[in-house]
T-cell receptor, first 112, second 110 residues
Framework: GEDVEQSLFLSVREGDSSVINCTYTDSSSTYLYWYKQEPGAGLQLLTYIFSNMDMKQDQRLTVLLNKKDKHLSLRIADTQTGDSAIYFCAESDNNAGNMLTFGGGTRLMVKP | NAGVMQNPRHLVRRRGQEARLRCSPMKGHSHVYWYRQLPEEGLKFMVYLQKENIIDESGMPKERFSAEFPKEGPSILRIQQVVRGDSAAYFC????????FGPGTRLTVL
């Protein structure tokens, strides 16, 4: 079945850029997503990218997609302490009911 | 426009009891998805429903778990005869295209 992999942990200093990486196996992925989860909370959709795009920018967030390598990244510019959370990468396939397949999440810790 | 609503937010059950989790989708959304998140893990798909229909239940355990999305009212995820391994956070998402998540129900089985 489909698989989505992420590194477990990332630590950065406040003001630096954070780059969270994700790889996936489903070659028929239609959309790729980044969600943020704060402790004890639900998932907040941050951004998503259609599979025929290679980049999307939204304020401090930049998503890069390398479809050939099935590699997705989320860059957070000027990282703030409020960005500390778990970030989940997810993919969906329009031809498979649009359910999301999630990675295990990357815990981002931002040090002051 | 209220977001996806889930209740209860926290639910404690003893082994063998039943758990009922409710999800009200965003206004105008007719697709509901249920996911389970075990501690320190990502979310795993359980079931996808549209009004009065189960579209895909490939992620649902074969026994004790059931889901419905009636014509009127919220979607219900029902777990019968709960066991300790059912302790998890259960998230509902609704969509027309993009999935938006509710705050989750955290089930603890004693």
């Amino acid at each position: 079945g489909e698989d989505v992999e992420q590194s477990l942990f990332l630590s950065v200093r406040e003001g630096d850029s954070s780059v969270i990486n994700c790889t996936y196996t489903d070659s028929s992925s239609t959309y790729l997503y980044w969600y943020k989860q704060e402790p004890g909370a639900g998932l907040q959709l941050l951004t998503y990218i259609f599979s025929n795009m290679d980049m999307k920018q939204d304020q401090r967030l930049t998503v890069l997609l390398n479809k050939k390598d099935k590699h997705l990244s989320l860059r957070i510019a000027d990282t703030q302490t409020g960005d500390s959370a778990i970030y989940f990468c997810a993919e969906s396939d329009n031809n498979a009911g649009n359910m999301l397949t999630f990675g295990g999440g990357t815990r981002l810790m931002v040090k002051p | 426009n209220a977001g996806v609503m889930q209740n209860p937010r926290h639910l404690v059950r003893r082994r063998g009891q039943e758990a009922r989790l409710r999800c009200s989708p965003m206004k105008g959304h007719s697709h509901v998805y249920w996911y389970r998140q075990l501690p320190e893990e990502g979310l795993k798909f359980m079931v996808y429903l549209q009004k009065e229909n189960i579209i895909d239940e490939s992620g649902m355990p074969k026994e004790r778990f059931s889901a419905e999305f009636p014509k009127e009212g919220p979607s219900i995820l029902r777990i019968q005869q709960v066991v300790r391994g059912d302790s998890a956070a259960y998230f509902c998402a609704s969509s027309q295209n993009t999935q938006y998540f509710g705050p989750g129900t955290r089930l603890t089985v004693l």
